[in-house]
């Protein structure tokens, strides 16, 4: 009998993160202090970040431990399944084989978790009771509350407004694990107060959140600031995806011919993705897709620049493709993949072309979710579904071509929470919208003075 779900035992959980900063053909640019142009030093970041935390986000060794405690929760949910896909392959007719690893099976749902945990986890150690941070949609702050209610921290998170009000779900989430959450601009902030002055009802931006919350985390008590996606640290966390696909592929007698992964700030693309890069590197033959909207083209149409983390310029500058920090992507309801930047390791593996990189549109994306619901049941995030519509193209090329192509994707995130979206699209309101030529040069202008990452 074939089989339906790939699974590991709790004993063969990966022990070690993968740092492909090890392995990089070409080390990632530094991060520059915005008003010398220099690099910065790592104690610049200590009062944002715990120093273990920096210590791995700078770290080019090859391999780093899992704490014990960490692999303790981790277990609650990992190792995730690794699915075949065949009544979706059985509808596209393909001779492909389709495989995703379901990230879905989380306590919030995603991939998320995986980093959260591990955050949480040295900030306690460092002695740190307490993490602020923004969401957007609120993923990323559900993903930290149920972390740091696992290791006793306090956490606080700063929701973009109209998030809150429009989806008072996540919000829910956060506050049955206990954290506190609150609309954003806040009264409880300086940069909050600024913006309610202007508008009491000010909808917010994920700008404005990260800018109260990092205030809130400097001028607070035993407070560090925590963030889910693009840093390096982040990114080594989220190995622990493709390191299990390995063995769960490798025990099937499976390699992937190609990796797809959607790509917002780009951490559960690398997160699958790397293990198998290093493979890359190291000779194999496999083609890597990250997947993003047509309406935020970071990697498809951004060019390779030192930009600003944040709309409100409070971070380091950092080489990576970039729309410019002062792009608002439309509305779409893939909210986790709407961010002006992207990890710069993701972006110095477009540039090395180790990667590539693929827009589709919002009805595409809906399109290919609704496929994958009706044949494999699981109703993905809408994120996800960017995933989804690469790999179908994917499977339809192998079909056309006559080809037997092995395709593995990472299911970053279940789409229950999201189903207001699913009604849009059902109902025929929803609507695409790509980015033109012109508007990307024009965000671009004021980032000249800066200098080009080599
Ligand atoms: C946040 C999120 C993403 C995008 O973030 P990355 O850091 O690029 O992975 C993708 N899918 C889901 C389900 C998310 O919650």
Redo the contacts with the bound molecule.
């Keep these: 009998m074939n089989k339906k779900k790939i699974t590991l035992p709790d004993n063969e959980i990966p022990r070690q993160w993968y740092n492909i900063q090890a392995d990089l053909p070409n080390p990632i640019p530094p991060p520059l202090n915005p008003a010398t142009n220099t690099p910065i030093s790592p104690d610049m970041l200590s009062a944002v970040f715990p120093m273990n935390l920096i210590e791995q986000e700078l770290s080019t060794e090859r391999w780093i431990d899992i704490p014990e405690a960490v692999l303790e929760k981790l277990l609650m949910w990992r190792p995730t399944p690794l699915y075949r896909a065949y009544a979706l392959e059985k509808a596209l007719d393909t001779p492909a084989r389709i495989y995703f690893k379901n990230e879905g099976v989380s306590p919030a749902g ?3 978790p995986n980093t959260a945990i591990a955050q949480a986890y040295f900030n306690k150690v460092f002695g740190i009771k307490r993490i602020a941070t923004e969401t957007g949609a609120g ?2 702050g559900s993903a930290l509350s149920f972390a740091c209610n696992q290791f006793g921290l306090q956490c606080k998170v700063y929701m973009v407004r109209i998030s809150y009000n429009q989806k008072p779900y996540r919000k829910m989430l956060m506050e049955t694990w206990g954290a506190q959450c609150v609309p954003s601009p806040s009264p409880d902030t300086n940069a909050g107060r600024k913006f309610l002055a202007e508008n009491p009802e000010h909808p917010g931006s994920l700008g404005i959140s990260i800018s109260e919350a990092i205030e809130d985390a400097v001028t607070s008590k035993d407070t560090r600031y925590s963030l ?3 840093l390096n640290h982040v990114i080594l966390h989220q190995t622990i995806i493709g390191l299990e696909a390995q063995k769960q592929m490798a025990s099937i007698n499976e390699y992937p011919d190609i990796i797809i ?9 690398s997160g699958l993705a790397l293990p198998f890069v290093r493979d890359k590197i190291n000779g194999k033959k496999v083609k890597v897709i990250a997947v993003e909207p047509a309406s935020c083209p970071t990697l498809t149409k951004g060019p390779y620049i030192y930009d600003f983390g944040d709309t409100a310029e409070t971070t380091p500058l950092l080489a990576m493709h970039s729309l410019g920090h002062a792009f608002v992507p439309a509305p779409i309801h893939a909210g ?2 709407r961010y002006h930047g992207m990890a710069p390791i993701v972006s110095r593996l477009l540039v090395d072309g180790l990667i590539e990189a693929k827009a589709y549109t919002q009805l595409q994306t809906f399109a290919a979710g609704v496929t994958f619901a009706r044949t494999e049941g699981f109703v993905p ?1 809408p ?2 579904n960017h995933a989804i519509a690469c790999a179908i193209e994917e499977a339809k090329k192998a079909k056309e071509e006559g080809k037997e192509k092995v395709i593995l994707l990472n299911w ?2 279940h789409g229950i929470m999201d189903l207001a979206a699913y009604d849009a699209y059902l109902s025929g309101k929803l609507e695409d919208s790509a980015m033109g030529d012109d508007e990307i040069q024009k965000l671009l202008q004021d980032l000249s003075k800066y200098p080009k990452p080599k």
Excluded at 261 to 268: I, V
């Design positions: 995603s991939h998320k993923q990323w889910g996606s693009v992964g959607c790509a917002g700030g780009g951490s559960n693309f986790g993949l995030a994120e996800t970053s995130g």
